[in-house]
């Protein structure tokens, strides 16, 4: 596939593209929680707890903006907002869910184990 333009910004393959879309640390943990259900704000910053208040509304943007999500104002006092996941965005769901296998695949190819007490993966 020849090279592309995209927003000023050029793509050399269209896994370079997606990955630019859907791809980083926190993009695909918010559409994987998204996937079942609407979520507000605080849910959200609640169930993925090393994000910054900066960084999910930084990524909850460009997910909307680019049509993976989508927001819902509602007029009332103190505001409220929720999210839910779009079209686009279960089909995306889809490769998260394909990724995730893949790396807990490689996870117990390399050893590494879940933290019981912390969450956190250990190499044995």
Not at 85 to 91: F, L, P, Q, S, Y
């Amino acid at each position: 596939m020849p090279d592309f333009f995209y927003n000023n910004k050029l793509y050399y393959n269209p896994v370079e593209f997606a990955m630019d879309r859907i791809g980083g640390t926190w993009k695909m943990p918010i559409l994987w929680r998204l996937k079942d259900k609407v979520m507000r704000y605080g849910e959200l910053k609640k169930d993925i707890p090393h994000i910054t208040h900066k960084m999910l509304t930084s990524q909850l943007r460009e997910l909307e903006e680019e049509g993976f999500i989508k927001r819902k104002v509602y007029a009332v006092v103190p505001p409220k907002v929720e999210y839910s996941i779009t079209t686009r965005g279960k089909r995306a769901v889809m490769i998260v869910d394909i990724i995730r296998n893949y790396g807990l695949e490689l996870m117990k190819e390399f050893g590494v184990e879940e933290n019981k007490n912390t969450g956190t993966k250990n190499r044995k």
